[in-house]
């Protein structure tokens, strides 16, 4: 008897805190909507239209990489592209020309990275206006002015659409900086400390504020990607040392693409065929319907007839 008023007795509590306080109980169970997850962004190196001086130096990838670090320290709803894989894909896509990244290829490199949204940007001003210095080994000290200026634009990476911009600068005095100097990074103490290198900085954390700011009041207006069906090509000879496939430019295959090889087997039980693994082709040449690729790994047990597969 005592038991049962003493669970009846917690069933009232219970059921009058949740009536005078609903807020504080949530019984929802649904899983996470797609809004509800992080958009992921990937920052593009940022082309350079500084003082040519400094173009040795890689400015332009150089401030990408402060501004990604500055970005993932932020406590917001969004992350990012890991900067080693994004060069790796920039690079094996022929997606950059002239040390820069073509905004056109927006959706291709979107696609790529699996990326919601892409940030393509701009070194406005990269110069030292120095008024007299003395120097101490490679360092000038004197009345030396630093003045850094950056521009951002956030692009939909499902339409390529601009979804907004930002800016920003910066500007200190210190130390000067010998422009002719090569393998400078941009996270050592020479380049720190000095009237450029303070510059960067502020001008880094100015821009990365305000993007972070456009991210989030702008994540909702990023379209997800909708799921994309893969398409398969075939092989239809073989080479010495790669094949020739029947998909070709109409099908959106590019040079450079990596693309996986598969055999096709039917088990029983299963209405579609399983596809199995067993090798990767890079594409050399390319025609409207056809394509010439070599082989990147695996091809010792791969035939004609064999499947391609690609999106």
């Known amino acids: 008897m005592e038991n049962y008023l003493l669970l009846k007795s917690t069933f009232l509590c219970v059921l009058i805190s949740f009536l005078l306080f609903p807020d504080t109980y949530s019984f929802s169970g649904h899983a996470a909507s797609a809004e509800d997850e992080p958009i992921t962004i990937a920052i593009i ?4 239209r500084g003082d040519y001086r400094f173009a040795r130096i890689n400015v332009g990838e150089q401030i990408s990489a402060l501004l990604t670090d500055y ?15 994004l060069n790796t894909i920039l690079s094996e896509q022929n997606l950059i020309s002239s040390g820069v990244v073509d905004p056109s290829r927006a959706v291709d490199l979107g696609r790529l990275l699996g990326a919601d949204a892409l940030i393509f940007g701009t070194v406005t001003q990269f110069n030292l206006e120095s008024t007299g210095r003395v120097r101490v080994g ?3 000290v004197g009345g030396t002015r630093g003045r850094v200026g950056l521009t951002a634009r956030m692009v939909n990476a499902e339409s390529g659409v601009i979804i907004g911009s930002v800016q920003g600068s910066g500007s200190a005095t210190g130390a000067s900086f010998d422009a002719r100097m090569q393998n400078v990074s941009f996270r050592g103490a020479e380049f720190m400390e000095s009237a450029i290198g303070r510059a960067t900085y ?14 989030s009041d702008n994540a909702g207006k990023v379209s997800r990607p909708a799921a994309r069906e893969v398409r398969m090509g075939k092989i239809v000879q073989l080479l010495e040392n790669g094949v020739i496939i029947n998909a070709g430019a109409n099908d959106g295959v590019r040079e450079k693409q990596q693309l996986q ?4 087997m039917q088990v029983e039980g299963l209405d579609e065929a399983v596809r ?3 090798g990767t082709i890079e594409i050399v040449s390319v025609q ?9 790994d695996g091809g010792d047990d791969v035939n004609e007839g064999d499947v391609v597969l690609f999106e």
């Open 45 to 48: 190196p940022l082309e350079y």
């Open 288 to 296: 409207n319907t056809a394509s010439v690729a070599i082989f990147v």
């Open 71 to 85: 970005m993932v320290n932020q406590q917001v709803n969004f992350q990012l592209v890991e900067r080693d894989r």
């Open 138 to 140: 490679r360092v000038g």
């Open 202 to 215: 502020d001008a880094v954390d100015d821009i990365g504020e305000n993007l972070v700011t456009m991210v």
């Open 261 to 264: 090889i598969a055999r096709l």
């Open 276 to 278: 199995i693994p067993i």
